[in-house]
T-cell receptor, first 115, second 113 residues
Framework: DAKTTQPTSMDCAEGRAANLPCNHS???????VYWYRQIHSQGPQYIIH???NNETNEMASLIITEDRKSSTLILPHATLRDTAVYYC????????????????FGKGTKLTVNP | DGGITQSPKYLFRKEGQNVTLSCEQN?????MYWYRQDPGQGLRLIYY???????QKGDIAEGYSVSREKKESFPLTVTSAQKNPTAFYLC????????????FGPGTRLTVL
């Protein structure tokens, strides 16, 4: 029941920018877009999140379209260690009544960075 | 990762035995979570706790039990009642309040023989 759609796989050359798209056409006004990645046999690693504005941190940039129906995660200079499955997740900014703040992970995009 | 530890990384048990997975965090987070991940699948929530001495069932709690006696610790017991216990188990924590980022531990891979 993931609310996002991502390509199954992508390739990128080492040193080039990796642009990972995500569609979230049913996103509502109080929902954030989160990105995590999971390297094989490790726990998911938080990358970045945003609501409306573009965001940048030491790991990546997040570009959210004006209508908020899609976003792109940008790794500016991909390295071999960026090879992982990248998950785009939509989650509310407020706690659900009587419920948990579980994260719903879809299948994600398998990014392979090639030498 | 980064302040959340899970041990051991790999665990093997015989069918019918209970096993307890450890999760510790030093991030001063009130909320802690246990997820299960099967090969090629997303994460499913087992149990979560928003405060010490309180916890709630997630989507797949049957066959599992937890305790939250200390803020830093949230151990998960996989009982013999769990039909398919072999999986990758992930612990996470976050500050309480809406929409706070969850941070994950490195995971424990449990194999039941």
């Amino acid at each position: 029941d993931a609310k996002t759609t991502q390509p199954t796989s992508m390739d990128c050359a080492e040193g080039r920018a990796a642009n990972l798209p995500c569609n979230h056409s049913t996103i509502s006004g109080n929902e954030y877009v989160y990105w995590y990645r999971q390297i094989h046999s490790q726990g998911p690693q938080y990358i970045i999140h945003g609501l409306k504005n573009n965001e940048t941190n030491e790991m990546a940039s997040l570009i959210i379209t004006e209508d908020r129906k899609s976003s792109t995660l940008i790794l500016p200079h991909a390295t071999l260690r960026d090879t992982a499955v990248y998950y785009c997740i939509v989650r509310s900014s407020s706690s659900p009544q009587g419920g948990s703040e579980k994260l719903v992970f879809g299948k994600g995009t398998k990014l392979t960075v090639n030498p | 990762d980064g302040g959340i530890t899970q041990s051991p990384k790999y665990l093997f048990r015989k069918e019918g035995q209970n096993v307890t997975l450890s999760c510790e965090q030093n991030l001063n987070h009130d909320a802690m979570y246990w997820y299960r991940q099967d090969p090629g699948q997303g994460l499913r929530l087992i149990y979560y706790s928003q405060i010490v001495n309180d916890f709630q069932k997630g989507d797949i709690a049957e066959g599992y039990s937890v305790s939250r006696e200390k803020k830093e610790s949230f151990p998960l017991t996989v009982t013999s009642a769990q039909k398919n216990p072999t999986a990758f188990y992930l612990c996470a924590s976050s500050a309480t309040g809406g929409g706070n980022t969850q941070y994950f531990g490195p995971g424990t891979r449990l194999t039941v023989l």
